[in-house]
């Protein structure tokens, strides 16, 4: 395995606050990978830094190997870097199958007047776009849904297909934003399947945020714990969930003191 | 029928001509950008035109070309209405929603000072005498309806290909098109450069059709009115600026007989728009058949 | 709205009989100015002239006997207005004449429209180049300013000649003033004086304290003014409040009592090249400055008094057609009486408020009396009056 | 480029810049509160003006429908003066009601409000032509009592003048400013008001009623326009019904230029642009009416937020 | 104390909760659990006004509140801390508190209770002169709460006080939660995470897609095997 990202000390600062401080991991190819920690720890800034909506103040990105750091976000985009977002941005007017479409284009080589035009390109484009997006509607069961308003879709729908829309573009890694929020235990089950059996099918690397400890740790093959803009931990589930300062920022002083004491105050793989 | 347009063919002619300023502004509305820079071009427009038309230096063009040289005067419009739309639109399609349009209205505003201390646009007077393509106004239909067609169907197009998809996205949601691979800059400068050029060409025309050009024809509130039959035609429909050209340029004439009290009734009618049909005419269709 | 409009279409064809008949009684004359929008200052004085002259002409018995009626349509300030409303005098007044529009740029738009429907236009305020030259029934009726303004210098030079340094000041955005002034700039030269600045404003600013500070850095002492009355006025004030005792001399564009409430007491003194005189002495003018006056408790503006003679030329035009044609003007063709009345205006010469005046054959007025005025105010500063300086 | 020349370009911008940053007071509140631009507000600002002249003078003139009508009675001009300047406060919570309330209870595009405002500029400024007439009204020389019209002095031998008008449009710009910053920093209802502007539903929640606020906002934003627009009216003249317009483009530049929704923004706009356009070299005089727009692009370009605006998120 | 009959709900044509009945009885907490969307949110809007029930009433203190509008709701006794910290980020945090008891007029009783949220939430004391929004998180949460609790509300609806805080700071804020009660407070509770609201309230009222499924003594349910399965894991 070789490392798909790498992030070298990364930065931002947003004023004088360091929002994320001197941050280094690397993303294996064929992994998923966990970020945790606590509301504000910089989780959200450091994935807006990976996809260009956030200049970082120092630091670097490589992805594939080369450096991505500066990039605008659509230049990240279309090397094979895809994401979700927190609080679901879709585009909430336009139709769910024109959500899915419109990543898919992006490797379109005809241009506008192709697309006014009608070239034989831009025809056969056209058609492999909607057939391709057609395929991932499948996936996640919106089909019977694909021609209306995106944001017409109740809350869980919504989830799957920002996943499906990120997959369009067919990326080779995948960044979810607290894909779980807002979830009851069965469907972050259930969600968990599913993000495994998309790795699967379409060979991704996943980098995920989340904050819903017992998810992360089932599903993740390693994790990184940030707190105050700073990376506490790294390492498997097992080594990050009983860590006193992941205990600590989790938990408060007292449960770090009984884990550093080895008292079995390690955060619950269960809940 | 004939009297009708003796009387009302100008008016006819102006709704098709002011339609297509409302499309000038569709088209960055469509890709989210509120501009108002479309009558900068359109007045820029009407004097590559009037220039051309008039101007001693084009003497040797003009009796070479003939009637070419109308033709040649759009093109002339249009491609210095991309290069300049390029220009302003780079920088400022950093802006969004009323700044951008602020940055527009200063623009303008900037250009016709410009102009007006420019000699060879004439002045405050303007260009005058700019030879006619038709005998009649009525005629300039063969101008502007080719124009309002192919824009309609250009539209039309749009809407439904990866272009117009493109454009409703960052619409949408800016950031998020941008993470989906959209090329966001590049669509809003696209988008607002396909109606600078229509707008520029759309002058290019309307100087003959007028028969005079002047500094006055690029104001703040022309350039509103066009925003208008935009938001009141409906601002999510390809019909949208048509149908709101053609209320609002015909309004005042409808009112004509109520003389000088007209624009108050006018400025009643913009209001009541406003609140009665939030979506435009348009979205009355809409809400109709939904 | 596109089935609204068929329908108004399809009411309005059959609400419109066919062409080929006679004029009608009152006969209806076009007068299309701009009533509305920022313009309207100078639409509203025409149409005041105008309904001045409706009445009187009328009570001296009209064409013959026949009366007149004034058909009014706005403009509004833009060209596709004055369109419009040539359209509708053409078509649904049925006038023998249009008077209008109030501007130059307009008249541009709108006449040929009138031209090609061979209805004869009178320009009662256009006064840029180019105007009688857009077609034969093209004419007007406001004179260019070529004569007056090198008139209204020596009259300063007159009253003070040791003038050296000349400030000159015009409203760039309007076609009048910028034209003006290019004429008074000539004519500076001319009479052999300096002029040590140029200043450059907008009929619709109304703080000039950077055009003053200028003119009061440079030793200044004679300014000449090209531009219309609220701003003209305004900067005569600051001029004024702000140090400057020279001579002021304004462009025709001042010759307005508008200039009164702008700059009150201040007004006082300024030299005004006028193409009209309330204090003129033709008796017809006496009459119209007096009606003017019980009217409108005001003295007219030169836009009315030209509006009153657009009126008056054209009827009289109508009356040598009857002359000639030997019937009655409502016993002949619309069409006809169009015709013969673009002709008519352009033969012989009419005694008018304006003084004598005559179109020639292209449509260009000649006119034989300008003026130059200087400015009196009334005690209280709030009115005043053009008084005539001697030729 | 003498020290005289120096202050007085200095004083004419201190004074035009004041003059601005009070129109553009109007604009901004309301900005800050709806963040919607009140297009109608130059036509308040005109109606103050002619309101506060038909109250001091009592006469309609000659060409409107009310021509020759005479009012029964006049007012002191101060009295006239806050008389008008409190009908335009009226005038401005109509424009509310007409035009930015019904609007807002059926959730409208925001963009909506900005053609229906310009619907109402056109209805005030067509009826005061309608009934006033387009002519010029001016008020009567003695309006500021029996101050000079001017005081001249002099530095380095070169004499330096300023109008008395526009020492007053200064001092009481200056007044309203310390007014106005003082109530919203210094009352529980300016702190009612600034939540208001933050987050309507937060703010009701709250128990302040939201709506009364937003009335009442559009009534002291009426009311500055008025008061701005007899003392410009003052200063120039009333010429023509159309006489703020000009002033109300202007104004645009001024509050982008300062801050969007920024008090103290508005003012510093105001005398940049003032002073932008007094220190003009006289050879470019041509371009005066372009330096606030230049100003502006430059400034959206470089500092989107304005001068003094913070990067909040704009709500049009 | 709260009644709501037979309420329904819509966002244009979107119906978010469709007749809901439900009660807060004097000195309960009273929580509303389900997943996200359910119409949780939905409900206390409805309550406070800020949404206008298309179908059924709402009555407060015995008063039916149609026609209110939400600030006269706040003069009735209810304070609602809504859902994302809606803290006035540009004004300071004592401003904010300050105009938690705009509605009130005693300007002693007003500083006690200015004292008492101090005292509750020490923090905020170091913090007062800040604006807001400069908060963390945990921060602008307890400056919610604690500017709701300034109109010494009879009835307090607390929207998601857990929303994306530590486990640390929850914990933090459902004691103060449970205290506020015990001295008197009604409480209405929204809460993502069922657990620790079942544990916190007596009485529990479980929604699924805008419809009202179980409820009950919220210990029952928390051994409910359907309630258990789908929201406690």
Same mark, same amino acid.
Not at chain 3, 303 to 332: D, G, P, Y
């Given at each position: 395995m070789s490392a798909l990202l790498e992030v070298r000390s990364l930065s931002k600062a947003f004023g004088g606050l360091l929002a994320v401080s001197d941050v280094s991991l690397s993303v294996e190819q064929g992994e998923i990978f966990g970020l945790i920690g606590p509301n504000g720890a910089g989780k959200t800034t450091f994935f807006n830094m990976l996809t260009g909506m956030t200049r970082p103040t120092s630091g670097e990105v490589l992805f594939a190997g080369g450096a991505i750091t500066g990039l605008r976000p659509e230049q990240v985009a279309r090397l094979g870097v895809a994401r979700t =977002?927190?609080?679901?941005?879709l585009f909430a007017g336009l139709s769910v199958f024109d959500n899915v479409r419109i990543p898919r284009q992006s490797r379109e080589r005809s241009g506008l007047w192709g697309n006014i035009l009608g070239s034989p390109l831009a025809s056969r484009e056209e058609r492999e776009t909607s057939e391709a997006a057609w395929e991932l509607l499948k996936l996640v069961n919106l089909t019977d849904r694909a021609m209306r308003p995106a944001g017409s879709l109740p809350y869980g729908d919504r989830r799957r297909l920002e996943i499906a829309r990120a997959l369009a573009l067919a990326p080779r890694l995948l960044l979810l934003d607290e894909p779980a929020a807002g979830m009851n235990p069965s469907e972050k089950a259930g969600l968990a399947d599913f993000i495994r059996q998309v790795r699967e099918t379409f060979d991704l690397t996943v980098l995920l945020i989340e904050h819903n400890v017992p998810m992360v740790m089932g599903l993740c093959s390693r994790i990184a714990v940030l707190n105050f803009g700073e990376r506490i931990a790294m390492g498997t589930p097992e080594e990050v969930q009983c860590d006193p300062k992941v205990v600590e920022a989790y938990l408060g002083a007292q449960k770090r003191d009984a884990a550093a004491a080895g008292e079995g105050a390690c955060l619950h793989s269960t809940m | 029928m004939a009297a009708f347009f003796d009387l009302y063919g100008f008016l006819c002619i102006m709704i098709l001509q002011q339609a297509l300023l409302g499309y000038s502004l569709y088209f960055p509305l469509m890709a989210g950008q509120l501009s108002l820079a479309s009558i900068g071009f359109y007045s820029l427009g009407g004097y590559v035109a009037a220039i051309m038309g008039t101007h001693p230096?084009?003497?040797?063009?003009?009796?070479?070309?003939?009637?070419?040289?109308?033709?040649?005067?759009?093109?002339?419009?249009?491609?210095?209405?991309?290069?300049?739309?390029?220009?302003?639109?780079?920088?400022?399609?950093?802006?969004?929603?009323?700044?951008?349009?602020?940055?527009?209205?200063?623009?303008?505003?900037? +250009?016709?000072?410009?102009?007006?201390?420019?000699p060879i646009a004439g002045g405050a007077v303007g260009i005058f005498g700019i030879p006619q393509a038709f005998e009649s106004r009525?005629?300039?239909?063969?101008?502007?309806?080719?124009? +309002?067609?192919?824009?309609?169907?250009?539209?039309?197009?749009?809407?439904?290909?990866?272009?117009?998809?493109?454009?409703?996205?960052?619409?949408?949601?800016e950031l998020a098109a941008g993470a989906m691979g959209v090329r966001t800059t590049a669509n809003k400068v696209l988008a607002f450069v396909i109606g600078c050029a229509l707008a520029g060409v759309v002058g290019a025309m309307s100087a003959p059709f007028l028969n005079t050009w002047n500094a006055r024809q690029g104001t703040f509130d022309a350039g509103v009115a066009c925003l208008a039959y935009v938001l009141i035609g409906g601002s999510r429909s390809k019909w949208g600026p048509l149908l709101g050209a053609a209320l609002l340029v015909a309004l005042p004439e409808v009112l004509r007989p109520l003389k000088d009290s007209r624009l108050i009734l006018n400025g009643m009618v913009l209001v009541l728009a406003c609140v009665y049909m939030p979506r435009g005419i348009a979205g009355l269709f809409a809400g109709r058949r939904a | 709205m596109s089935r609204m409009l068929s329908v108004l $279409?399809?009411?309005?064809?059959?609400?419109?009989?066919?062409?080929?008949?006679?004029? $009608?009684?009152?006969?209806?004359?076009?007068?299309?100015?701009?009533?509305?929008?920022?313009?309207?200052?100078?639409?509203?004085?025409?149409?005041?002239?105008?309904?001045?002259?409706?009445?009187?002409?009328?009570?001296?018995?009209?064409?013959?006997?026949?009366?007149?009626?004034?058909?009014?349509?706005?403009?509004?300030?833009?060209?596709?207005?004055?369109?419009?409303?040539?359209?509708n005098l053409i078509t649904q007044g049925k006038v023998v004449g249009i008077i209008g529009p109030t501007l130059s740029q307009q008249a541009f738009a709108a006449n040929p429209i009138a031209d090609r429907a061979k209805v004869p236009v009178v320009?009662?305020?256009?006064?840029?180049?180019?105007? /009688?030259?857009?077609?034969?029934?093209?004419?007007?009726?406001?004179?260019?300013?070529?004569?007056?303004?090198?008139?209204?210098?020596?009259?300063?030079?007159?009253?003070?000649?040791?003038?050296?340094?000349?400030?000159?000041? =015009?409203?760039?955005?309007? $076609?009048?003033?910028?034209?003006?002034?290019?004429?008074?700039?000539?004519?500076?030269?001319?009479?052999?004086?300096?002029?040590?600045?140029?200043?450059?404003?907008?009929?619709?600013?109304?703080?000039?304290?950077?055009?003053?500070?200028?003119?009061?850095?440079?030793?200044?002492?004679?300014?000449?003014?090209?531009?219309?009355?609220?701003?003209?006025?305004?900067?005569?004030?600051?001029?004024?409040?702000?140090?400057?005792?020279?001579?002021?001399?304004?462009?025709?564009?001042?010759?307005?009592?508008?200039? =009164? /409430?702008?700059?009150g007491a201040l007004c006082q003194d300024i030299l005004v090249a006028q193409a009209y005189s309330p204090e003129a002495a033709a008796e017809v003018n006496r009459v119209f400055v007096e009606k003017f006056t019980a009217?409108?408790?005001?003295?007219?503006?030169?836009?009315?008094?030209?509006?009153?003679?657009?009126?008056?030329?054209?009827?009289?035009?109508?009356?040598?057609?009857?002359?000639?044609?030997?019937?009655?003007?409502?016993?002949?063709?619309?069409?006809?009486?169009?015709?013969?009345?673009?002709?008519?205006?352009?033969?012989?010469?009419?005694?008018?408020?304006?003084?004598e005046i005559s179109m020639n054959a292209e449509g260009e007025v000649e006119q034989k009396d300008f003026y130059v005025s200087q400015i009196k105010m009334d005690a209280d500063g709030k009115s005043g009056k053009f008084t005539l300086l001697p030729r | 480029m003498t020290l005289a020349w120096f202050l007085q370009n200095l004083l004419n911008g201190l004074s035009m810049g004041s003059v601005y940053a009070i129109f553009a007071l109007g604009y901004t509140l309301v900005f800050s509160i709806l963040g919607i631009i009140n297009f109608a507000h130059g036509a308040v600002f005109t109606l103050g003006a002619y309101l506060t002249y038909l109250l001091s003078v009592g006469q309609f003139g000659i060409n409107g429908l009310l021509a020759g009508w005479q009012l029964p009675f006049t007012l002191p001009f101060p009295l006239a003066l806050l008389a008008g300047a409190g009908l335009s406060g009226l005038a401005g919570m109509a424009v509310e009601r007409l035009a930015f309330k019904p609007l807002r209870a059926r959730q409208a595009d925001a963009l909506l409000a900005l053609v229906s405002s310009l619907g109402v500029a056109l209805i005030l400024v067509n009826l005061i032509q309608y009934l006033f007439g387009a002519?010029?009204?001016?008020?009567?020389?003695?309006?500021?009592?029996?101050?000079?019209?001017? =005081?001249?002095?002099?530095?380095?031998?070169?004499?330096?003048?300023?109008?008395?008008?526009?020492?007053?449009?200064?001092?009481?710009?200056?007044?309203?400013?310390?007014?106005l910053a003082w109530f919203i920093h210094g009352t529980k209802a300016g702190k009612a008001l600034r939540a208001t502007a933050e987050n309507q539903d937060t703010a009701s929640l709250l128990g302040i009623n939201v709506d009364a606020f937003i009335l009442g906002t559009f009534f002291v934003s009426g009311l500055l326009g008025g008061l701005s627009g007899t003392l410009i009216g003052v200063s120039f003249g009333l010429s023509g019904p159309y006489f703020g317009v000009a002033y109300g483009l202007k104004a645009l530049a001024v509050i982008v230029l300062g801050g969007l929704g920024s008090i103290p923004g508005a003012v510093l706009g105001g005398l940049v642009i003032g002073l932008g356009e007094a220190f003009l070299p006289p050879d470019l005089s041509s371009y005066k009416e372009a330096v606030a727009y230049a100003l502006l692009f430059v400034i959206l370009l470089v500092r989107p937020q304005g001068l003094l605006g913070g990067t909040t998120e704009q709500k049009v | 104390m709260l009644a709501l009959d037979d309420v329904t709900l819509a966002y244009g044509p979107v119906v978010a909760v469709e007749g809901v009945s439900l009660t807060v009885e004097q000195g309960e907490i009273v929580t509303l659990i389900g997943a996200n969307g359910a119409g949780k949110t939905t409900i206390l809007r409805a309550v406070s006004r800020l949404i206008k029930p298309r179908k059924g009433s709402v009555a407060f203190m015995g008063r039916d509140l149609a026609g209110l509008t939400p600030d006269k709701v706040v003069r009735l006794g209810l304070a609602h801390s809504p859902e994302g910290r809606q803290v006035l980020a540009r004004l300071s945090v004592l401003e904010n508190l300050e105009l938690g008891a705009y509605v009130r007029s005693d300007a002693a009783g007003v500083a006690e209770d200015l004292e008492r949220m101090f005292g509750l939430f020490p923090r905020l004391r170091e913090r007062q002169r800040q604006a807001a929004g400069t908060l963390s998180g945990g921060e602008q949460q307890m400056l919610a709460i604690a500017r709701a609790l300034m109109s010494r509300p009879r009835l307090l609806l607390l929207d998601e006080p857990s929303l994306g805080l530590a486990p640390i700071i929850v914990e933090e804020i459902f004691e103060i939660i449970t205290a506020l009660n015990r001295e008197g407070t009604t409480i209405l509770l929204v809460e993502q995470n069922a657990h620790l609201a079942m544990q916190a309230a007596h009485r529990a009222y479980v929604l699924e897609a805008g419809r009202l499924v179980v409820s009950g003594d919220a210990r029952a349910l928390m051994d409910d095997e359907r309630v258990k399965r789908a929201y406690l894991g």
């Open positions: =977002f927190q609080n679901i941005r | 230096a084009f003497e040797a063009w003009r009796a070479t070309l003939g009637w070419l040289m109308i033709p040649l005067e759009w093109l002339a419009a249009l491609l210095l209405s991309v290069v300049l739309a390029v220009a302003v639109g780079l920088p400022a399609l950093r802006l969004r929603g009323i700044y951008l349009a602020l940055a527009t209205i200063a623009f303008v505003q900037v +250009l016709n000072v410009v102009v007006l201390n420019m009525f005629a300039y239909i063969w101008f502007f309806g080719p124009l +309002l067609l192919l824009t309609i169907l250009f539209t039309l197009r749009l809407e439904r290909s990866a272009a117009g998809r493109n454009f409703m996205a960052v619409r949408e949601d | $279409a399809l009411v309005l064809s059959l609400a419109v009989p066919a062409l080929a008949e006679n004029v $009608a009684s009152p006969i209806p004359i076009g007068f299309a100015v701009a009533q509305t929008t920022n313009v309207a200052l100078f639409g509203q004085e025409q149409v005041n002239g105008a309904k001045i002259a409706e009445e009187y002409l009328n009570s001296l018995g009209g064409v013959n006997g026949t009366p007149i009626r004034m058909v009014y349509q706005d403009t509004g300030g833009d060209e596709a207005g004055a369109v419009n409303a040539f359209q320009g009662p305020s256009n006064t840029a180049k180019g105007i /009688p030259q857009i077609g034969e029934y093209v004419g007007r009726i406001s004179a260019p300013m070529t004569v007056v303004a090198p008139n209204s210098l020596k009259k300063a030079l007159a009253l003070n000649p040791k003038i050296k340094n000349v400030a000159v000041l =015009f409203a760039q955005n309007d $076609a009048f003033s910028a034209s003006e002034t290019g004429i008074f700039q000539e004519a500076i030269k001319g009479l052999g004086l300096n002029i040590v600045t140029i200043q450059r404003f907008q009929t619709t600013d109304t703080d000039f304290t950077t055009q003053v500070t200028a003119v009061l850095g440079e030793n200044v002492d004679l300014v000449v003014i090209s531009g219309l009355a609220a701003d003209s006025g305004n900067l005569v004030k600051q001029l004024r409040q702000l140090g400057y005792t020279g001579i002021i001399v304004g462009g025709n564009g001042l010759n307005s009592p508008n200039m =009164f /409430p702008v700059c009217a409108y408790k005001k003295g007219p503006a030169q836009f009315s008094a030209q509006a009153f003679a657009a009126v008056q030329v054209i009827v009289e035009a109508l009356k040598k057609v009857e002359a000639t044609a030997k019937k009655k003007i409502t016993a002949m063709e619309l069409t006809e009486v169009r015709t013969a009345l673009n002709k008519a205006l352009r033969t012989g010469s009419y005694v008018t408020p304006l003084g | 002519e010029i009204y001016s008020y009567p020389s003695d309006v500021l009592g029996s101050l000079p019209p001017a =005081f001249i002095f002099k530095v380095g031998g070169k004499p330096v003048a300023v109008r008395t008008v526009q020492i007053v449009l200064f001092v009481v710009s200056l007044v309203m400013l310390a007014a | -």
